[in-house]
């Protein structure tokens, strides 16, 4: 207790105004000096020190040990966004934080480092406070052989870090032994390795090492390849600095992680001299050996951060117990800090608990409450800080592209531009054809390893679209000629590496970046059409096990509900697994390749050949799911594929493709089979991409189905969904409420087969709604019904706020406080009358809320559906729940729909299920009712090409008599 009365009494002092000021002062200026390379933290707490001279004790030692805590956090928001280390203790970040952002998920990996520092800062914190002096001791008790055994470990850590390359990690090792021994021995005096130099006799700068290996290198890097951003950063400037904060699931699933570089952080903390550097880098090597993502380390792992930035926060609290309990300095700023306290003549050590019980306490109340203020500083404050390091272009530097002699590196930053310095493109190197050249394959990649091969295999594939419109008007001599120059001079060309693909800012940009990924695709699908089924086979169930494996599956389905905000994670886990099993099992077995089918009577043999290079446009509320089924339908066809997710889907779809190559690695398969679109996903980009490709499938917004119908190129598009479901006097009312709220409530009704109303006989309306009731549905009064529609449609355009939200949240976001913190509720019904633009709960809501109709009897209740299919929803598919099968025909035979979906939950059994024979899809056709070409669950068949051989067989030539004569005798001839 009394541990706990002065700590409250020191968060009192540090809260009087004075105090507190000093703190968010010290915060800031924390911030600063982390976030800006080449101002380190302890350079930032010297400077801040004389400001002390004048300062009272108290508020000296707030001001600094706010600007300590704050700045073991800031220096990740460089390594993350930008390559660059704002401290050292920040370099571990740059391997799996930076890929991040490759990746497209700055914001993911900016709100994983906050959460780390968070948890780990608070632990450490809390630690600190309880275990100070018996700590203290036994840190005291450190002699010579343990401090060599702790900087031996440090130094083998070195090779546990160093992944599949200890040669380079041990040369690497001895640099930096070299490199340490610069400048004058401190025990000896004598010079090592000045070369008479003065400026070298202090040693080289740790810091300045890295920001020059790290830093220096990444301008450099960026200067030659014209300041582009690379294939996974976002566009959006705006979105790049916002943080999203990890969820609790996705915490409790790292939470080992956690422990361990939070636990490593205090440890290694506590001695003397190690501070942040060492226990990041101890916390990222156990991780790399011990922890359950371990082999994914280094490609952009959430572990990874967690481990290092965890462990870096931690050590402030291991650092100041040493520091307070003895005197002894547990890294650079807490010796900087024990000037301030010498300078204001106290002595820190054991005494120090008893002469100066209430300013001790007055520093842990400091380093609790600014743990908590860096935190909410930081997640406000990323997008500021980071301006700082994002100036445009045209004041760092002013130059102009000239275009000069081929081949070159074009420089494609439009805000470099309009300076008027031009600034010389870079050639690109020759490179010999042959195996080994493509950093990416290291010699296993077929599409670089045999370009004798593949320049056969390019003259008869496919060409693209305006290429073919082209060779309408060439004769045929020509046009072989031509591809044999086209597939000589892609056999030669340097193929990019995978995800350096940049996305520019002008039209003719982006369709040439596009244009290369459908290059790089078409060359691929070259060596698909040359395979046996066994070989297409194994690349399908390559592609399929890298979504069905449980721990990629999980990742999947929680990254999708971070980026989007839709749906949930057990939901979307089971959708990834019963789609992509179903589709699985619809494939196996099937023939694709050859001869698929004859018929000796007709003469008839039918050969699969493929369509080329598909262009799948996928959306946001199926980001994993949707992808992957039109991958392995693709792959099974022989086809490349090229995906265009959704803004929101991009981080989802990026992962689910950096599955399946690591599985296509795993078979020696071109990675090129299947690739997503490059750096910012809009529509200029996509719109490339259905002109280039030689077959559009396109899901989500009827904007993009319409796009895809008028690129020019082949598409298959798919209908809006508005699904009614019928519920007659005969139903089980029972089953068919429990059908109902299973397929509503699925992952939050995001589907396009989940119920959007319910029309209900009368004569078994009290029993459906009691049925209802009792599995969590709200039946809402004619006022809020009133408030629901305000709150789902604002502006008359559903709102982003509730689509596929639970009800509870849905509940919230209406006012209705009372039901949003009921535990049992499940959907939100309305009683609903007429249809139309006026009533919007008769159109599709994407959200678990039911309008509910009522019909005289069953053929008001078909009317009823007719009229809100005349609104929304043509085409798609009707649920039945009835006794009376003959009911289904007459809906199949009168309603404009393209599925009658009988006695089951709809939204699971109209793409598919293993209990009725429908195709498993996640693309349903809706006829000409709904404006599309097909009406069937799209499957494998619309992936392909059939090439028919018609041979003769005996004429049969039927008579007059034979087919007219019930006509003749009717009508006469």
């Known amino acids: 207790m009394d541990v706990l009365t002065h700590l409250l009494g020191g968060v009192a002092t540090v809260l009087t105004p004075l105090n507190f000021l000093v703190l968010l002062i010290g915060l800031v200026l924390g911030m600063l000096v982390a976030v800006l390379p080449g101002l380190t933290l302890v350079m930032g707490v010297v400077l801040a020190l004389p400001f002390t001279y004048k300062m009272g004790v108290g508020p000296a030692l707030i001001l600094l040990t706010a600007m300590y805590a704050s700045g073991t956090y800031a220096g990740a928001i460089t390594s993350i966004l930008f390559r660059i280390p704002g401290e050292p203790m920040d370099v571990p970040l740059l391997w799996d934080g930076y890929e991040m952002t490759r990746k ?116 450099l890097t960026r200067l030659r390849a014209g300041f582009a951003s690379e294939a996974g950063e976002t566009g959006d400037g705006q979105a790049r600095f916002r943080t999203a904060l990890p969820r609790w699931a996705e915490l409790m699933r790292v939470k080992y992680t956690l422990l361990r570089g939070t636990l490593t952080g205090v440890v290694v903390g506590i001695v003397p001299g190690a501070g942040a550097t060492v226990s990041a880098f101890v916390a990222y090597g156990l991780e790399s050996q011990y922890g359950a993502n371990r082999k994914q380390l280094g490609t952009g792992a959430p572990e990874g951060i967690v481990a290092a930035k965890s462990a870096a926060t931690a050590s402030v609290g291991g650092a100041l117990v040493p520091l307070l309990a003895m005197g002894i300095p547990g890294s650079g700023a807490t010796a900087i800090i024990l000037a301030a306290f010498l300078l204001h ?416 006989v009368r004569a078994a309306r009290d029993r459906l709604v009691a049925a209802l009731a009792a599995r969590g549905v709200v039946l809402l009064d004619d006022a809020r019904k009133a408030a629901l529609q305000q709150a789902m449609w604002p502006g008359g355009k559903l709102s982003g706020d509730v689509i596929g939200k639970s009800a509870s949240e849905i509940a919230a976001v209406a006012g209705f406080d009372d039901l949003a913190r009921r535990t049992d509720l499940r959907v939100l019904m309305v009683a609903e009358s007429d249809y139309g633009p006026s009533h919007p709960f008769s159109g599709e809501k994407l959200s678990p809320v039911l309008a509910l109709y009522v019909a005289q009897d069953f053929d008001d209740a078909r009317r009823i559906v007719q009229g809100i299919y005349g609104y929304m929803g043509a085409g798609h598919s009707v649920g039945l729940h009835s006794a009376v099968d003959a009911r289904a025909l007459e809906l199949g035979l009168r309603l404009p729909v393209a599925r009658v979906i009988v006695n089951q939950a709809h939204c699971i059994a109209t793409g598919g299920s293993f209990d009725n024979g429908l195709p498993f899809s996640l693309s349903m056709g809706c006829g000409t009712w709904g404006r599309n070409n097909f009406s069937d669950n799209m499957n494998v068949r619309h992936y392909m090409n059939v090439t028919r051989i018609a041979r003769p067989i005996p004429e049969r030539v039927p008579g007059l008599e034979d087919l007219l004569g019930t006509f003749f005798a009717k009508h006469g001839r």
């Open 345 to 760: 003549g106290i002595q820190p050590g054991p005494q120090v608990f008893v002469s100066s019980t209430g300013l001790v306490y007055t520093v842990f109340a400091a380093v609790f409450l600014s743990i908590i203020g860096m935190c909410v500083l930081g997640y406000f404050a990323i997008k500021p800080l980071c301006k700082v390091l994002d100036l445009r272009g045209g004041v760092l530097l002013r130059r102009r592209v000239r275009r000069t002699q081929q081949p070159v590196r074009p420089v494609r930053d439009l805000r470099l531009r309009p300076g008027g310095l031009p600034v010389r493109a870079l050639p690109l190197p020759d490179r010999p054809a042959g195996a080994g050249h493509d950093p990416r394959t290291a010699g296993r990649d077929q599409l670089h390893d045999h370009d004798g091969e593949l320049r056969q295999r390019l003259d008869g594939a496919v060409p693209p679209p305006d290429q073919r419109r082209r060779d309408a008007a060439r004769s045929c001599r020509a046009v072989l000629a031509a591809r044999a120059r086209g597939a000589a001079e892609t056999s030669r060309r340097t193929f990019p590496p995978e995800g350096k693909n940049d996305m520019s800012d002008t039209p003719n940009q982006t369709a040439d970046a596009v244009r290369q990924v459908v290059r790089r695709a078409r060359a691929a699908q070259a060596i698909a059409d040359g395979w046996n089924q066994t070989r297409v086979d194994e690349v399908v169930a390559a592609a399929a096990w890298a979504i069905l494996e449980p721990h990629r599956n999980r990742e999947l389905a929680e990254l999708a509900v971070a980026d989007t905000g839709v749906g949930n994670v057990d939901d979307k886990i089971r959708k990834n697994h019963r789609k992509t099993l179903g589709l699985l099992r619809d494939l196996h077995g099937m023939k694709t390749v050859d001869v698929i089918a004859e018929y000796p009577e007709l003469g008839l043999v039918e050969i699969a050949r493929p369509v080329g290079v598909v262009a799948a446009i996928t959306p946001s509320t199926n980001p994993g799911a949707t992808p992957a089924n039109k991958i392995l339908n693709a792959l099974k066809a022989r086809n490349a594929i090229v995906v265009a997710p959704s803004p929101k889907g991009r981080g989802t779809c990026a992962k689910l493709l950096e599955f399946i190559h690591a599985q296509f690695d795993r078979i020696d398969a071109p990675r090129d089979l299947v690739q997503m679109l490059p750096g910012v996903i809009n529509k200029e980009a996509t719109a490339a991409l259905m002109r280039e490709a030689d077959l559009v499938v396109a899901t989500g917004s009827q904007s993009n189905v319409r796009a895809a119908y008028t690129c020019g190129t082949p598409a298959f598009g798919v209908g809006a969904g508005n699904v009614a479901a019928i519920v007659d006097e005969t139903a089980d009312c029972e089953a068919a409420a429990e059908r109902i709220v299973r397929s509503k409530t699925f992952d939050n009704a995001t589907s396009c087969s989940s119920e959007n109303s319910v029309v209900v």
């Open 104 to 219: 497209g998920q700055a914001a993911r990996a900016l709100g994983w480092s906050l959460a780390a520092s968070f948890i780990g800062g608070i632990a450490s914190a809390v630690m600190m406070v309880a275990m100070a002096e018996p700590v203290a001791r036994v840190a005291l008790s450190f002699s010579s052989p343990e401090f060599f055994a702790i900087v031996f470990f440090g130094l083998i850590s070195v090779v546990a870090l160093s992944g599949d390359s200890v040669v380079n990690a041990l040369v690497s090792l001895c640099m930096g032994l070299l490199i340490a021994t610069v400048g004058v021995d401190s025990i000896y005096g004598a010079e090592r390795f000045a070369f008479e130099q003065p400026f070298l006799l202090d040693g080289i700068e740790f810091l300045l090492v890295m920001v020059g290996a790290y830093g220096i290198g990444e301008v």
